[in-house]
């Protein structure tokens, strides 16, 4: 405990607005979906419930939003507060921190959500090799490195895929990618936030059945004797 503790204190928020901070608890709730501890699974359901958007604020003790120039290390653990409430992905995409209109808490039904999550699809395994098809595509596109939330944000929605556009689906098919260790995470300094790193994926092509990348070029098969004789023969000449 003491450990962590240390670590804790030592993470340098100085250069974070309140903005900042607030997004980077948003994606980290986000990416709790993708955990493989059994000692979130109960907590999961209250703090990423799938089909909904974690929205963070930094709040003063007195309830009201910190404000938006303030710096992240005004807000104090002793005094203030951190308020956590969701908003409903209907259209299938994720809302901006521009795009947010009113923030005005939303109600979830856990029940429907719990129905949802029991119904597992039955081309699972089908959507998990399409998974893997896009992300074998993104890495040849020759990015430094895959970032998870970019993938399954921005990259792959553009693909034609039938169960893609929905936020819920492209999450639960890359949680079950990793899960079954065809994709793998790891995570990578963040230039702009370098105490909070980013979650970085790569396909496992060995556990994912996909061949390692073809060789750019090939030996060509010539007719007749080998070119080493015929060197031969002419050094023979001289």
């Excluded at 979906?33 to 979130?40: C, E, H, I, M, T």
């Excluded at 109600?107 to 119904?119: L, Q």
């Excluded at 893997?132 to 998870?148: K, S, V």
């Amino acid at each position: 405990m003491k450990s962590i503790r240390a670590a804790q204190s030592s993470v340098d928020i100085s250069n974070l607005s309140v903005p900042d901070a607030e997004e980077i608890i948003e994606e980290a709730l986000s990416e709790l979906a993708f955990s493989q501890d059994p000692g979130l699974a109960r907590a999961l359901r209250f703090l990423a419930p799938p089909g909904y958007q974690a929205i963070v604020e930094l709040c003063s003790e007195n309830g009201r939003s910190k404000r938006r120039n303030a710096p992240a290390d005004s807000w104090s653990p002793e005094e203030d507060e951190v308020r956590i409430y969701f908003e409903r992905l209907d259209d299938g995409t994720v809302p901006t921190r521009q795009s947010r209109g009113p923030r005005a808490p939303v109600e979830m039904n856990f029940e429907e959500d719990a129905e949802d999550i029991a119904a597992v699809p039955a081309d699972l395994d089908a959507r998990v090799k399409e998974l893997c098809a896009a992300l074998a595509e993104a890495e040849r596109g020759g990015h430094a490195f895959i970032a998870l939330k970019w993938f399954r944000d921005s990259f792959l929605p553009r693909k034609a895929f039938r169960w893609n556009q929905h936020p819920e689906s492209r999450q639960a098919v890359l949680a079950e990618a990793i899960q079954r260790g065809v994709v793998l995470t790891s995570k990578i300094a963040n230039p702009k936030t370098p105490a909070y790193p980013t979650t970085t994926i790569r396909l496992n092509r060995a556990e994912a059945g996909v061949p390692e990348e073809a060789q750019r070029f090939h030996p060509v098969v010539l007719q007749g004797e080998p070119i080493s004789a015929a060197i031969e023969e002419e050094r023979g000449k001289l």
